[in-house]
């Protein structure tokens, strides 16, 4: 919220990411930025994609800055949570006049060992 409220809307999603890694940063959360991570499909590696920001191991982050949000950005993310196996996930969309964000859930997590939670 800190960014949007300083920076406010209209640049690339470029500055927001870097604004956001200077936030997390004084604020002392591990995270990587622009965290390459295979894509497998039958347990075979067919890509990679780089998720804006992986937050503590745990949490997918996607920025986004367009004027508006719609179904195929918040499938993209979810999609991502499911091939990476992450529970949670946040769309972040720094384009509108007020921050608008999502928290996504993985309905299809599993649990190391295997069981879905």
Partial sequence: MTVHQ?????????????ALAIEMTLAGIAFKREFEMPIFYREEQI??????????????VELKAL??????HLAQAINYLEVYN??????????????NFKRLTNRKYKLPGGTIK
């Fill in 6 to 18: 300083v920076l406010g809307n209209g640049f690339q999603e470029v500055i927001y990411q870097r």
């Fill in 47 to 60: 890509g990679t994609r780089r998720v804006d920001f992986l937050v503590e191991g745990l949490v997918s």
């Fill in 67 to 72: 004027i508006e949000l719609d179904d195929g």
């Fill in 86 to 99: 992450l529970e949670i996930g946040l769309l972040i969309n720094f384009g509108e006049p007020s921050l």
